[in-house]
C-alpha cells in the first residue's frame, strides 16, 4: 500500500495474514475521524462477493492483533465492509483489475464546465485513466485531477 499513511501500512501488515487466511482481499484501509470519533475501516473483497459472515470472522479474527500491536494510539472503533457496489477505485491496481468496467468519475476541476463523467474504463497507466464516455469520445485526466472515481451500474446501452 505504498504511497500509505504509517498508521494504514501497520493496520495493512497486522490485518494481511488473516484475510489470506479467510479467502478475502484488502481493497482498502481508511484510518478518518469523523465529528469526535476516530475510525480505522477496513474494506474487505473476495471473488463472489463478501457476506456478513466474512465481516465477522474477520472482525473476530483481527481484534486481538490489533490490540496487541497496538498501532494506534488513540482509541478508535473499528469497521469492516464490503467496498460495494459503487466501490471507489483508489490503489493501481483497482484501476487495471478494473479495466473494461462501468465508471463515473468526478474532477477536482472542470472540464468545459462539467466535473462529473459516466463512462467505461478503458486504460489506465501511470496514473493516467482513459475513460470512453458514453458519448462516444474519450478523455484521459490524470488521477491527481479527480474527486473520486468509482464503479458504475449503469448501462452503457442505454444511452445509445
Known sequence: M???SNTVARVYEIVK???DELGLDIWDIRFLKEGTD???RIFIDKEGGVS???CVDLTHAVTKPLDEADPIS???LLEISSPGIE????ADEHFRKCIGENI???L???IDKVRDFKGILKGYDNGMITVALEDGTEISVNKKETSYVKLDDFDINDFN
Open 74 to 76: 488513540q482509541s478508535y
Open 87 to 90: 466501490r471507489e477505485l483508489v
Open 17 to 19: 495474514p488473516y484475510t
Open 38 to 40: 476516530w475510525y480505522l
Open 2 to 4: 505504498a504511497g500509505r
Open 52 to 54: 456478513l459472515d466474512d
Open 104 to 106: 463515473m468519475l468526478r
Open 108 to 110: 477536482i476541476r472542470p
